[in-house]
């Protein structure tokens, strides 16, 4: 009989998460404290094999099947630690082998490696997973505030513009699309100075418009065009 028996994500309990053979493990035995009884919580800690030729002469046997009378657990150990432990179970006693022992060493080795990887790529996928999910609420988070602010801007008679600070148009409110006489998604996405008459004496950037911010100035004239080529002011 095998299992194998793994490190919680908490690191402080055991869990059985596969077992082969004749022995049978009671549900409440499939999970254990790391820091209990048992020759595989005794394995897991120390990082060392422990074999039972006789486990009725163990005092640190922890029972579950009474036909089971020899047990050996080896660590599954990987660079970043021990994550959990093969355990095999037989109804035998001294049921196993020096040549067995290291054998299953060596399985073991490679088991602690193909386990790991697969733990790192379940792990990758969840959070990729997660990420994808945040990505997608946080999505619908901008798109609700996004439509709250639109209909907003839709309720004010004065024409309001979003921009960037490179001068992008990103939001404009139903009073700017009529006064400029263009279709709202042909106007997102533009720069706001094409809107302008570049030859006037005072220049539209977006230098001037800070600075007309932070001094507080009541108004900034200019003259717009029109999409039919009507200037305005």
Same mark, same amino acid.
């Not at 869990?15 to 004749?22: A, E, K, N, Y």
């Not at 047990?71 to 990987?78: A, H, R």
């Not at 100035?217 to 003259?223: A, C, F, G, R, V």
């Given at each position: 009989?095998? %299992? @194998? @028996?793994?490190?919680?994500?908490?690191?402080?309990?055991?869990?059985?998460?596969? /077992?082969?053979?004749?022995?049978?493990? #009671?549900?409440?035995? /499939?999970?254990?404290?790391?820091?209990?009884?048992?020759?595989?919580?005794?394995?897991? !800690? =120390?990082?060392?094999?422990?074999?039972?030729?006789?486990?009725?002469?163990?005092?640190?046997?922890? %029972?579950?099947?009474?036909? +089971?009378?020899?047990?050996?657990?080896?660590?599954? @150990? =990987?660079?970043?630690? +021990?994550?959990?432990?093969?355990?095999?179970?037989?109804?035998?006693?001294? &049921?196993?082998?020096?040549?067995?022992?290291?054998?299953?060493?060596?399985?073991?080795?490679?088991?602690?490696? &193909?386990?790991?990887?697969?733990?790192?790529?379940?792990?990758?996928?969840? #959070?990729?997973?997660?990420?994808?999910?945040?990505?997608?609420?946080?999505?619908?988070?901008?798109? #609700?505030?996004?439509?709250? =602010?639109? &209909?907003?801007?839709?309720? +004010?008679?004065?024409?309001?513009?979003?921009?960037? @600070?490179? %001068?992008?148009?990103?939001?404009?409110?139903?009073?700017?699309?009529?006064?400029? %006489?263009?279709?709202?998604?042909?106007?997102?996405?533009?720069?706001?100075?094409?809107?302008?008459?570049?030859?006037?004496?005072? !220049?539209?950037?977006?230098?001037?418009?800070?600075?007309?911010?932070? !001094?507080?100035?009541?108004?900034?004239? =200019?003259?717009?065009? !029109?999409?039919?080529?009507?200037?305005?002011?």
């Amino acid at each position: 009989d095998c %299992g @194998v @028996v793994l490190l919680t994500d908490d690191g402080q309990h055991l869990h059985c998460d596969g /077992r082969s053979g004749l022995v049978s493990v #009671q549900p409440d035995r /499939r999970t254990m404290p790391l820091l209990g009884k048992g020759l595989i919580a005794q394995s897991v !800690r =120390t990082g060392k094999m422990v074999y039972s030729p006789d486990v009725h002469e163990e005092p640190n046997y922890l %029972g579950g099947d009474d036909a +089971v009378l020899s047990e050996l657990v080896v660590p599954l @150990v =990987t660079p970043r630690g +021990v994550i959990g432990a093969l355990d095999m179970q037989s109804h035998q006693l001294d &049921a196993f082998s020096e040549p067995d022992l290291r054998l299953i060493q060596v399985f073991a080795s490679l088991a602690a490696t &193909a386990i790991e990887r697969m733990q790192l790529y379940e792990a990758v996928t969840r #959070q990729a997973s997660e990420l994808e999910m945040r990505v997608e609420q946080r999505t619908d988070e901008l798109q #609700q505030i996004r439509a709250r =602010t639109q &209909a907003i801007l839709n309720n +004010v008679s004065d024409s309001i513009i979003l921009t960037d @600070v490179n %001068g992008v148009i990103r939001l404009v409110n139903q009073s700017f699309v009529r006064m400029f %006489g263009y279709d709202r998604q042909a106007l997102i996405g533009s720069n706001l100075q094409d809107l302008f008459v570049s030859q006037l004496p005072i !220049r539209m950037d977006f230098d001037s418009l800070s600075d007309y911010v932070e !001094r507080g100035l009541p108004q900034l004239e =200019t003259q717009a065009r !029109r999409r039919d080529g009507t200037l305005f002011d």
